[in-house]
């Protein structure tokens, strides 16, 4: 008797692909059938009676807020009959995050230096925090610059809604967030008509800045800075 031989023929990969997806579309049609027909009849099954999974909280997308400024030094850095003001927006990306800093009503060519800081010196209110110290961490982040109508401009691009933050174990610094922004006087000489009196402060690339300039206020019920935009409770963070 003959015996004969049959072969088959390999399915290409493309069918293969386009199998596997019609068996896992087959397979999902069975699960959501055994779900449907489980809480119709109240058969007892490992789906029924399971919540459906919860979306995650979205988190602000975009969010601006304004600097308050060191009043004693305002008049050798606000041009005459105008307002100073500094306003950020910050905008949530995928990769990091995009502020834009926006200064007005200064005085033409003045130097400032961009900082992320721990803490303010202020309370939500804007009245001095009888119990501030010093600024905690700070992370130095850009220079700033008056232009001829005393304007200017600055964007950066790095984490800083909800995560900024440094460590050093060498030192012993647990993981601690910088969520206020403040910039201060490049040259300690600038407010000195104003009654500085001319201390040097590591606030720049040369650790010889002046005094701050302006700076955030910390929220009034979570006493966190600005760039904390997903708060667990009082000085608490949600990353």
Known sequence: MSIRSTSRTPASPATSRTHRRAAGR???????ATIAVAATSGVGSAFAGSAAPQAPAKKVHKTTFSLVPNTPFLN?????????????????????????????????????????????????????DPSFTNFGLAWYQSDVHTDDDGEASVTIKTILLDQIFGFDPAVSLSPTNTFHLGFWFNDPQTPVPCGYNGALTPFNGE?????????????????????CTDPKGPGVCNP
Do not use: Y
């Open 76 to 128: 050798c850095m606000q041009a005459k009959g105008e307002t100073a003001t500094a306003v950020a927006t910050v905008t949530r990306n995928k990769l990091n995050d995009k502020l834009d800093l926006e200064l007005s009503g200064f005085k033409s060519h003045l130097d400032f230096d961009l900082f992320t800081v721990q803490t303010s010196p202020f309370l939500s209110d804007g009245t001095p």
């Open 26 to 32: 087959i397979a999902a049609f069975v699960i959501t």
């Open 207 to 227: 650790h010889n800045a002046g005094p701050f300039a302006f700076i955030t206020l910390p929220d009034k019920v979570n006493d966190l800075g600005p760039l």
